[in-house]
């Protein structure tokens, strides 16, 4: 039975770094990754990682921008955190080998982002993730001694002891269906966002919300869950993504009849306004008939000069090739908001911690909140390193003081019987396959860039059918070996359960802020609604909602234009 020190799950960014700084503070570290660990989402990442690195910039700014960009519903505090250690995480990047674009004069350059007063988006090409994640797996390995890497293992639950103290949790070997316990003094979740609950959405297939999920399931707050950010550039049909550093080079927003709409709603920041002002813009010109017969606007790249494409958006002249036949260095491509990111998760403080002792949350699983109501444009990358580093060091210190818990292996029988019950469902049910479909197409219809009570509540009345019907969804493949059949029904338990606290904290919050644009409750409303919607399950049937203060240190909310 594997017993280390510090269990992380997720090997993405946030994992990754929380392994690194754990294994520095002295700890025994477990890394487990339901896919290969290059292979998590974090290697999409494209435009880049924000810092106020430059000495004419101040993390002041970074802060203030990343305040009013969350609409005033992140916690302060830690968005200072944030800001002020970027510029150390960026150098030490830097220092370990990931390759960031560099000035004419030889020191690192940085593009422009949405919603920043300052260019500070530090970039490799649009490539930034696969980059620094490359570079992170190395020095994964150089610390082989110390991390053990458990890669193409899948984690079914958490495990709590009778004082409700997280202490580790089981895993299957995706290659031979086994099960084990890994007992662990501390865990960190850090497997990643929710986007297949969205459907189309801008992140891959495994991207299931499994750790929000099973957080939730053992009683830890959720918060911000309502809080679902719309990308202003995603292809439409397929989500793929157009990175905002496209903006960031000077790209156009135009619409049908040729305008350059941003005017009208962002005068002062045109395309680089935040996202969410961004994607109801365009969304409005859509909805008020000024779009293209697809349903989308155009995002014209050709005011970028050909070669600085060529050179620094090279990714995404292949996918405007590949996947819509358009050669964006010559003709503007068509594009829509899609689905991209979850600014709520699991309830932690800024070392990580989340309500249940002994379970840490980083990276887009966790929520902080230094996102609030909306992300800004490459502060995700910073998240997940700045809290991934915060949590890895916080849990290991706690760990190597305490003694190693021990489960009772009978505790795995439960799981194998919960698999073996998947397993032998009778045919005939409805497909897993059309039942995901299902969920996705009315989260994106109902819980999108504009909400109304009526649509919410019918989306709510859909997730719950869902969850009915999954119980007696059969699969095909009943054998043991990279069996992605079971596992694809245990991913739809999650993503049904990640829904509803979505849903739900959407019919709460009976305002408009950030990503949560109610058309019943046009407005931002601080007097009532200044405050997080805590989620938690609290043993019943449906989400508890609760409230919890936002953190202000210096910044008084006020009118949020752009
Ligand atoms: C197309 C795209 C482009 C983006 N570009 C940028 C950008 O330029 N800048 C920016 O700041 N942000 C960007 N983002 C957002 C950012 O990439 C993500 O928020 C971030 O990478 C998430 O990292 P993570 O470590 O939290 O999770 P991930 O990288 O998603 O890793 C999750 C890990 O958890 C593991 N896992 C999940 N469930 C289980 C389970 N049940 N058992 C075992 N392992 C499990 C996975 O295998 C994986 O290793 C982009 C997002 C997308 C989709």
Redesign the pocket.
Known sequence: MPSHDVLI????????RAALSAAEAGASVAI????H?V????????????AALNPEDSWESHAFDTVKGSDYLGDQDAIEIMAQEAPSEILYLEHIGVTFHRNESGHLGTRAFGGASAARTY?VADI??HAI?HVLYEQLMKRSEQIDSYEE????DLLLNDDGRCIGAI?RDLRDGTLQVFNAKATIL????C?QVYKPT???L???G??IA?AYRIGAKLMDMEMVQYHPTTLAGNGL?I???ARGEGAWLLNAKGERFMEKYAPNKFELASRDVVSRAEQTEINEGRGFEDGTVALDITKVPRRRTLEALREIVNIGRDFAGVDITREPIHIKPGM??IMGGVKTDADGQTTIPGLYA????ACVSVHGGNRL????????LVF?RRSGHHAAIRAVQMTMPTTPTSRVTETERDIAAIMNREQGGRRIGAIKNELGETMNEYVAVFRDEAGLLKAHEIVRRLKEEAKTAAIDDRGSIFNQDVIGAI?LGYMLDVAETIVVAALERKESRGAQWRLDFPGRNDEEWLKHIDISANGGDVPQVSYSPVTITRWQPEERTY
């Open positions: 799950i997720g090997a993405g960014l946030a994992g990754q487990v990754s339901k896919v660990p292979r998590s989402h974090s290697v999409a990442a494209a435009g880049g990682i924000n970039y930034t993730g994640l293992w899948f984690t079914t895993c850090a497997s990643g966002g986007g801008t992140n891959g495994i991207v299931t499994d750790g099973q993504l990175t905002e550093g991209h990111y980083a990276g887009e699983v444009g490459a502060n995700s990358l910073l998240d997940t991934g991913e």
